[in-house]
């Protein structure tokens, strides 16, 4: 957050508004603390814990946008690039918490934030 006073400081402030000093957050709170979460959120997206997914490999032949993939083929999904796509995150460079922030109402977009579960892996398991 060193980085990024500016939502360090919008942080503090919702926290402090909903928590109070007097105690510390709680799961009750969660709801309650939508700039937070998208903090987690953002910081997820921004810098996935690890770049790349776990392989994959193909158990039947697939066509994915023209593209041929044979059948037992290996494939290592780039989570970075995915949380960095222009096309998905408008200024994907960009620490920006208020992107997940819906203007109407300030609650999470949790439309959004499914985009975010990419960076904990994807398939079955």
């Not at 799961?27 to 392989?55: H, K, N």
């Not at 993939?69 to 998905?88: G, L, R």
């Not at 994907?92 to 109402?105: E, G, K, L, Q, S």
């Not at 609650?107 to 990419?118: E, F, M, P, R, S």
């Amino acid at each position: 957050m060193v980085q990024f006073p500016e939502s360090q400081k919008k942080a503090q402030q919702e926290l402090d508004r909903v928590v109070g000093k007097n105690r510390l957050p709680d799961f009750t709170d969660r709801d309650s603390l939508p700039y937070i979460g998208a903090i987690l959120y953002e910081t997820m997206r921004w810098q996935p814990i690890v770049p790349e997914g776990l392989s994959h490999v193909v158990t039947e032949e697939n066509l994915y946008k023209g593209y041929r993939i044979p059948k037992n083929s290996t494939v290592i999904p780039n989570i970075w690039a995915m949380m960095h796509d222009e096309q998905t995150f408008e200024d994907p460079f960009t620490f920006n918490p208020d992107r997940y922030i819906r203007p109407a109402d300030g609650q999470l977009d949790h439309n959004l934030l499914k985009t975010v579960a990419i960076s904990f892996g994807f398939g079955r398991r």
